[in-house]
């Protein structure tokens, strides 16, 4: 069975400093893995995806992550942070092949930024 | 292009009362989920559909739960009776090209009293 584990719940932070949200997935099977941001009264949007080829991927507004396999990780990194990112930040597993498509979902990390 | 629709945004119900959601997912979506998230958690799948055929409905409590999307289009998901642990959002997805990205819906936030 697959599983996520967001090793942080919150994570506070003052506007410009770096940010590392810690992702580790669980799965015996290829996966491709996800990155959603939920904003304040707002859906779950796509921040980012690894489907396959380069293990770095980014998204347009400065994040990024990168597919570790080794480390069975996909933390989501971004090197200075505005108070617009202020969100909860979910990641999410899911293979191709099985019963379904679903995605596995951490328990999420809210992001708090601060000026 | 339209995103996915849900209504409604909000229902408040008391215990062992029947509530049903619906969803309208983006044209030419043939798959679709419905997902619910417990306050502190992360989404949980209920049941996948693809096109109007139930893909994975192990995690769906059939005793109260139930869901179909006729026409392989609209999808409508009932909870009967409702019990005070389904008080969370739920959401609908749909997808064009699954795993690929999975749009969401605004969700609706079920309070059970």
């Known amino acids: 069975a697959q599983s996520v584990t967001q090793l942080d719940s919150q994570v506070p932070v003052f506007e410009e400093a770096p940010v590392e949200l810690r992702c580790n997935y669980s799965?015996?099977?290829?996966?491709?893995l996800f990155w959603y941001v939920q904003y304040p009264n707002q859906g779950l949007q796509l921040l980012l995806k690894?489907?396959?080829?380069?293990?770095l991927v980014e998204s347009i507004n400065g994040f990024e992550a990168e597919f570790n396999k080794s480390q069975t990780s996909f933390h989501l990194r971004k090197p200075s942070v505005h108070i617009s990112d202020t969100a909860e930040y979910f990641c999410?597993?899911?293979?191709?092949?099985?019963?379904?498509?679903?995605?596995?979902f951490g328990k999420g990390t809210t992001l708090s930024v601060s000026s | 292009e339209a995103g996915v629709a849900q209504s409604p945004r909000y229902k408040i119900i008391e215990k062992r009362q029947s509530v049903a959601f619906w969803c309208n997912p983006i044209?030419?979506?043939?798959?679709l989920y419905w997902y619910q998230q417990i306050l502190g958690q992360g989404p949980k799948l209920l049941i996948q559909?693809?096109?109007?055929?139930?893909?994975?409905d192990s995690q769906l409590p059939k005793d109260r739960f139930s869901a179909e999307r006729l026409k392989g289009v609209d999808s409508t998901l009932k909870i009967q009776p409702a019990k005070l642990e389904d008080s969370a959002v739920y959401l609908c997805?749909?997808?064009?090209?699954?795993?690929?990205?999975?749009?969401f819906g605004p969700g609706t936030r079920l309070t059970v009293t």
């Open positions: 997805a749909s997808s064009f090209d699954p795993p690929d990205e999975q749009y």
């Open positions: 799965s015996s099977v290829s996966v491709y």
């Open positions: 690894y489907l396959s080829g380069s293990t």
């Open positions: 999410a597993v899911t293979s191709f092949g099985q019963a379904g498509t679903a995605l596995i």
């Open positions: 044209s030419g979506h043939a798959t």
């Open positions: 559909f693809q096109n109007n055929g139930v893909v994975d």
